[in-house]
């Protein structure tokens, strides 16, 4: 069966600083993995995601994720953090058998000024 | 492009009345879902069709419907709501089900049930 954590309920940075929301995954065969954003009373908007090749994977608005195999983990990460950024972020994945995502229960990012 | 629309945004129930919420895509998407969000839970999926004609269980479906009308709509019921289904729905599209397709959510319907 597919299992995502999110280990952090809730991460928060400085404006300025690197920001990373931590993901890990169990999935039965290769993991096909997704990053979504929820700003408030909002639905969901898609970020990025890792089907296959380079392990970096860029996304929208300077986000990037980093797939791990032997870690079974995909962080999110952002350089340089906005207070724009502060949002409920979710991690989802997908096996090539499965038919649809299994989501991460969410990490809300607070980026202070 | 409107991508995908929700109706209502909200809404209030007693329990045991029942309702049906809307969803609609202008994307030419052949699958569609219905989610929950509950706070701690992420979002769990209720039903989905795959394509115009065919319907199926998520993890959760107990105590709802679904009925893909057209290709374009996808409604859920609740034919006899219970405080439990006090939650924020989420519809969501796809071109296909498989497993490199992204899911485009509309902006949900907040639901109370009291």
């Known amino acids: 069966a597919q299992s995502v954590a999110q280990p952090e309920d809730q991460v928060n940075v400085a404006e300025g600083n690197p920001l990373t929301v931590k993901c890990t995954y169990s999935v039965s065969g290769n993991p096909y993995l997704f990053w979504y954003v929820q700003y408030p009373n909002r639905g969901l908007q898609f970020l990025l995601k890792y089907i296959t090749g380079d392990n970096l994977v860029k996304g929208s608005y300077g986000f990037e994720a980093e797939f791990n195999k032997s870690q079974t983990s995909f962080h999110l990460k952002k350089p340089s953090a906005l207070v724009s950024d502060s949002a409920l972020y979710f991690c989802?994945?997908?096996?090539?058998?499965?038919?649809?995502?299994?989501f991460g229960p969410g990490t809300r990012l607070s980026v202070l000024p | 492009n409107a991508g995908v629309t929700q109706t209502p945004k909200f809404q209030v129930l007693k329990t045991g009345q029942s309702m049906t919420l809307q969803c609609a895509q202008d994307?030419?998407?052949?699958?569609m879902y219905w989610y929950r969000q509950d706070p701690g839970m992420g979002l769990r999926l209720i039903y989905y069709?795959?394509?115009?004609?065919?319907?199926d269980k998520g993890e959760v479906p107990n105590g709802y419907n679904v009925s893909r009308l057209n290709k374009r709509e996808f409604s859920l019921r609740l034919e006899s709501a219970a405080p439990s289904q006090t939650s924020v729905y989420f519809c969501?599209?796809?071109?296909?089900?498989?497993?490199?397709?992204?899911?485009?959510f509309g902006p949900g319907t907040r639901l109370l049930v009291l």
């Open positions: 994307m030419n998407h052949n699958s």
């Open positions: 969501a599209s796809s071109v296909g089900t498989e497993y490199q397709e992204t899911q485009y």
């Open positions: 069709s795959a394509s115009e004609g065919t319907t």
């Open positions: 989802a994945v997908r096996d090539i058998y499965g038919q649809n995502f299994v």
